[in-house]
């Protein structure tokens, strides 16, 4: 039986708990189908306020069971570039103060909404239980040599209530000189004389550095194609960087449709480093 992951935050979307034995019968359909009644999008002239979170983001669940021996780990993880495949790992230790490996997982494959989610099944195991603390999950930048022990998500796993089946946060890993390890910022969307207004206010990004950013169509949590390429941000030594981008035509701003990501300005990285959605 398939363990499937309660997600039951905003940053990865609603899943149903529980497994399907396939017995559940859906009625016949009867009638002429009806023709579906479009929703209206909710739209504003602003400000429309938009929090920018350090992501990516993900969630784990991860279950033992002694008797028979297997280990049980699903992660899923949003905001990763599509296409990718990033390695995850059992590891011992804390992402604090990493140690050996435990458990190699089944890699991550993030599709064309930029979502991964694998679940690994470990057989005949000889660990008895999770442990209270020592244990944590990270999955890694990529399947090249040089990728696979830097760490782009991290979550120390916390079992103080000894169960057999425990969840896990995955957040940013920021290592000692890692990449915009305490990125934040905020954003403000305004329709001003028929034009959007998009202002960007940035903290925490490596201090010189050049980020793109991009209005998308979709959500964080399940990425969509390019609306409009946004002024660069560049960051001063501080690592604080603002931008304005004017983009004309634009009446009102639908909301829940949109979102602002932030990369870093490689033509080979996509990977975000922050992410807001518009109206949430």
């Known amino acids: 039986m398939r363990l499937l992951m309660p997600i039951a935050v905003a940053l990865v979307g609603g899943l149903a708990t529980g497994c399907s034995d396939g017995s ?16 209206a999008i909710p739209t504003t002239a602003g400000p429309v306020p938009v929090t920018l979170r350090h992501f990516p983001a993900g969630l784990a669940v991860i279950g033992l069971n002694p008797s028979t021996k297997q280990l ?61 603390s020592g244990w944590y999950l990270a999955v890694y930048r990529g399947t090249a040599a040089a990728d696979q022990g830097v760490e782009v998500l991290c979550g120390d796993l916390d ?68 609306l409009h390429p946004l002024e660069a941000l560049i960051a001063d030594a501080k690592g604080h960087a603002v931008s304005t981008t004017m983009v004309p035509g634009i009446a009102g ?8 990501g932030v990369t870093p300005q490689q033509p080979a990285v996509l990977d975000p480093v922050l992410c807001g959605n518009v109206g949430t």
Do not use: Y
Not at 106 to 126: C, E, G, Q, Y
Not at 181 to 205: E, H, N, R, S
Not at 253 to 260: A, D, Y
């Open 72 to 132: 049980t780990v699903e992660i899923r993880v949003a905001g990763l570039a599509p296409g990718t495949t990033r390695p995850a790992r059992l590891m011992s230790g804390s992402c604090a103060h990493p140690g050996t490996l435990l458990h190699a997982l089944d890699p991550l494959v993030f599709a064309a909404n930029s979502i991964a989610d694998t679940t690994t099944t470990v057989n005949d195991v000889t660990e008895t239980e999770i442990p209270k």
């Open 24 to 39: 559940s019968q859906l009625p016949p359909l009867t009638g002429t189908p009806t023709a579906a009644t479009p929703t």
């Open 253 to 260: 701003v639908p909301l829940n449709q949109w979102f602002i």
């Open 159 to 226: 079992n103080q209530v000894n169960q057999a089946v425990i969840t896990a946060g995955l957040g940013v890993a920021a290592p000692p000189g890692g990449p915009d390890p305490q990125a934040a910022g905020a954003a403000t969307l305004t329709i001003v004389g028929g034009q959007l207004k998009v202002a960007i206010d940035a903290t925490g990004l490596t201090p010189g550095s050049t980020h793109a950013a991009q209005l998308r169509k979709g959500n964080c949590e399940g990425e969509g194609a390019t």
